[in-house]
C-alpha cells in the first residue's frame, strides 16, 4: 500500500505558477481586508463625530444654572436657583 501511495505521489507534479497564483491570492485577500478596516473606522469615526455634534447641538440656548449671566457669584443667596411651582 505505501508503495502504491509513494508511486502515485511521485507521479504528481506541482503547478510551475502555485506559488505565484497563492501569494496573489493572499495579497488580494490582505488588501481587501485592510480596505475593510480602513472602511470600517473611518465610518465609525464618522458617526461618533456626528453623533457628538447632534448631541451638542441638543443643548439648551437659554443661560444654564451655572452661568446665569450677571458676571459676579454671590455668597448671599442659595448656590442653585430653586425652579417655579
Do not use: C, K
Amino acid at each position: 500500500m505505501a508503495e502504491a501511495l509513494h508511486a502515485l505521489a511521485g507521479g504528481v507534479l506541482p503547478d510551475p505558477d502555485a506559488y505565484r497564483t497563492a501569494r496573489g491570492e493572499w495579497l488580494r485577500r490582505e488588501r481587501r481586508r485592510r480596505l475593510v478596516l480602513t472602511v470600517l473606522v473611518a465610518v465609525v469615526f464618522a458617526l461618533a463625530t456626528l453623533i457628538g455634534l447632534w448631541v451638542l447641538n441638543q443643548a439648551p440656548a437659554e443661560p444654564g444654572v451655572i452661568f446665569s449671566g450677571n458676571g459676579a457669584a454671590s455668597a448671599d443667596g442659595p448656590s442653585l436657583p430653586r425652579p417655579p411651582r
